[in-house]
């Protein structure tokens, strides 16, 4: 396809930002737009065949509601946020345009997209959902449809449980009180990668994974889960029952 006029809303920095640098080196014309830019955007969503939305979890629905009546009825909305159920029913509703909702199953400082998972939901449409499954697979990526509740209730599990378990052991070892040079002293190889995930979770970007965390609808459910789990847990611990914890592993059985 010849190159396009391409807007990205939050193109200035993560994932958005990988996005505008990926089309532009494609040949298209890419406007990457952030906080400061919307008088910009009025003016030029209306002319761009393709929008993408790439903003913060917990802005992205007022941002499609911003920007979805902007986008012209021949042109393809596109949203790259972790959740897919809301910003997709948004996007139907708030625009006449063709509509795709996706999910990169990575973050912005990959180099290539060879072997990279992105999650693709239908909405409305043929043309532009083509055109950027095309371009995805071109680039190597390793493409998953998928209806969008399905999706997120996959997310409660391989997003919302990982991190509820990472900030459960950020808050317990902030509860202990042990430095920072103690535990590096005794670090083990799975200990360190843990580690590096807290600080990214507690120091790096706290606003992303409390965003993933807080608006899953399903986050309620795999909370319950994990409560139980912990529940059942304890007993065996406190009375040094290693049969009972092996036993407890089995009747659960295997993870998939």
Known sequence: MKSLQIGIVGGTRGMGLWLARLLAGEGHRVYAWGQASASQMQRLIPGCQVVFVSVPLGVTREVIQRVGPLVGPEAGLMDLSSLKAEPLKEMLS??????????????PRVRSLKGKGVVVCRGRGSKWLSWVMGLLQSQGARLVEMDPQEHDRAMAVVQVLTHLNTMSMGLVMKSRDMGHEELS???TPVFRKKMAMVRKVFHENPDLYC???ALNPYSAEILENYSRVLAALGPLVEARDQEGLKNLLKDRGSPP
């Open 185 to 187: 002293r005794l670090a």
């Open 211 to 213: 965003s993933i965390v």
């Open 94 to 107: 708030c625009s006449f345009s063709e509509v795709v909702g996706l999910h990169p199953l990575f973050g």
